[in-house]
């Protein structure tokens, strides 16, 4: 089992920043590709980006190119998504998600992840 504990929303105005933090335990963390989706009120879950164990290989939703940045410390067992220039049509839950080991999953079969956080809220006013 791998617990994913996402921090770091809240309500931000367009044209803020925020960054998202998420905390893994109970497995080898860098046995994991890491990403991030999110589902806004009455839409279906979008994925927003992904990271490679090593960090090697990055994806971003076109929707979120060049705003979003995604990392990983794997000695804190923790992977970020630094957002900026936030957009109202950001707000959403943001969910954390972990994949073992190959990260194609997250643009290709994100139904076939199976760890999930339990998601924070991000709120952009326009």
Excluded: H
Excluded at 32 to 61: C, D, L, N
Excluded at 102 to 126: H, L
């Amino acid at each position: 089992q791998v617990q994913l504990v996402e921090s770091g929303g809240g309500l931000v105005p367009a044209g803020g920043s925020l960054r998202l933090s998420c905390a893994a335990a109970g497995r080898t963390f860098s046995n994991y590709a890491m990403g991030w989706f999110r589902q806004a009120p009455g839409k279906e879950r979008e994925f927003v980006s992904a990271i490679s164990r090593t960090s090697g290989t990055t994806y971003y939703a076109d929707s979120v190119k060049g705003r979003f940045t995604i990392s990983r410390d794997n000695a804190k067992n923790t992977v970020y998504l630094q957002m900026n220039s936030l957009k109202p049509e950001d707000t959403a839950v943001y969910y954390c998600a972990a994949n073992y080991w190959t990260v194609v999953e997250f643009t290709t079969t994100p139904n076939r992840i199976i760890y999930w956080g339990q998601g924070t809220q991000v709120t952009v006013s326009s």
